[in-house]
């Protein structure tokens, strides 16, 4: 949910679970009319790794009004 320039992430384990609170992120205020690319991401935790291959499942991504 977003609250003026505050987007609160958040997630919740199966269809029923209680959602929490994962990340508080600064998300400036912008014209409606620009598109916004959304989506998830992993990174590495250091330069000295080889990377790693991730599979996401059962991912949703919803618009909420």
């Known amino acids: ?9 958040e ?4 269809e029923n679970g209680e ?5 508080l992120a600064y998300f400036p ?3 409606k009319s620009q598109p916004l690319m ?3 991401m992993c990174a590495s ?3 000295d ?3 790693f ?4 499942n059962d991912l949703n991504i919803i618009e909420d009004h």
């Open 45 to 47: 935790p250091g330069e």
């Open 49 to 51: 790794t080889q990377g």
């Open 1 to 9: 949910k977003r609250e003026k320039e505050a987007v609160h992430i």
């Open 19 to 23: 959602f929490k609170m994962m990340r």
């Open 38 to 40: 959304v989506g998830i």
């Open 53 to 56: 291959d991730i599979t996401f």
């Open 11 to 14: 997630y919740a384990e199966g």
């Open 29 to 31: 205020l912008m014209d």
